[in-house]
């Protein structure tokens, strides 16, 4: 049924005469079906399909709320709004050839976009870093620019950029309310941190009592690992999975960028002038983030469950090695 109906999808987005050859199925994603489309003429692109049976995630309270900058968000309205915020600074991110909001193809949203076939950035910098290097550094040129772009507001892109606030007074209140929700349900999924939850509240709430006062919000990705970033013929970084797209804190960018990838790869990336009391902060929420997201992920049909319960004990330790002399 998917493939008849994405048929009708590629028809309308790629059209031209061609016909829909093959479907296949791209992995990694976690909250939208990825096909890659191919054309009887070998033209390809790829469908992006926000149906309820192709997100892993157990429904929670406080899903879609866009008012929390870390409620999860999922849909067409959340990647147009980052699509359109990318595109507006100047980074390459996929061409949209074709959008189905009124659900004629699939009784859900729908996108066709560009196609970028081979390796990914990661996989490429594992290969060859030295081949890697000229994207890497164009990579870091739109970090940049991402992070000289200052919002009104702080949030979810789609909210502010609609004319909407988010409730917490400030990043780092937010983060504090994100990183005791993530502490409450990896306590009550694991006995290891349910023992520490008092010494791991405390820490956090002395953490975010140290931060000082700012008003300055970038555009951050928010999960821009290089398995994130495609590369395109010209060698150029293209930026994928933004729906989570937010205005925040650039140090909570380079938090996530330190814990995905190795020193050699991060040196690339990294920047001067981090306020260290931030990164502390949100160094510990992402570890409990880390750990309670996998939890609950493992709690549905996710099936790749080894691998998921391995990055949630790497990040539920370094949780706990935070406080371990408290």
Not at 15 to 43: F, I, N, P, Q, S
Not at 92 to 106: A, L, M, N
Not at 239 to 267: A, K
Request: hydrophobic fraction near 40%; charged fraction near 30%; include cysteine.
């Amino acid at each position: 049924m998917t493939r008849d109906r994405l048929a009708g999808a590629a028809r309308a987005a790629l059209g031209g005469g061609r016909t829909l050859a093959t479907v296949e199925r791209l992995t990694g994603g976690t909250t939208k079906g990825v096909y890659r489309l191919t054309m009887d003429d070998a033209t390809t692109a790829v469908a992006y399909l926000w149906e309820q049976s192709e997100n892993y995630w157990p429904v929670a309270e406080g899903d879609g709320d866009l008012t929390d900058p870390f409620s999860p968000g999922v849909g067409l309205d959340l990647f147009e709004a980052g699509h359109a915020r990318l595109t507006s600074l100047g980074l390459r991110v996929p061409e949209v050839h074709w959008v189905d909001r009124d659900r004629s193809h699939h009784p859900a949203d729908l996108a066709v976009v560009e196609d970028f076939p081979g390796e990914d950035l990661m996989d490429l910098f594992r290969r060859d870093p030295i081949a890697a290097e000229p994207t890497m550094a164009r990579l870091a040129d739109a970090l940049a620019v991402m992070r000289r772009h200052r919002a009104p507001s702080f949030g979810k892109v789609a909210q502010i950029d609609n004319g909407g606030r988010s409730r917490a007074a400030s990043c780092e209140e937010a983060a504090l309310a994100f990183a005791l929700r993530c502490l409450a349900e990896a306590a009550s999924r694991d006995r290891r941190i349910a023992d520490a939850r008092g010494r791991l509240e405390e820490r956090l709430r002395e953490l975010a009592a140290a931060v000082s006062p700012r008003a300055e919000y970038s555009v951050v990705h928010g999960e821009l690992g290089l398995d994130h970033v495609l590369v395109d013929r010209d060698g150029n970084p293209v930026v994928i999975d933004f729906e989570e797209l937010l205005y925040f804190d650039v140090e909570w960018e380079h938090v996530f960028l330190r814990l995905r990838h190795t020193g050699d790869q991060y040196r690339r990336l990294a920047v001067p002038d981090l306020d260290e009391d931030r990164l502390a902060l949100y160094r510990l929420t992402q570890h409990l983030s880390l750990t309670a997201g996998p939890l609950r992920l493992l709690d549905g049909d996710f099936p790749d469950r080894a691998f998921m319960q391995g990055i949630a004990e790497h990040h539920l330790n370094q949780a706990l090695s935070l406080v371990s002399g408290s």
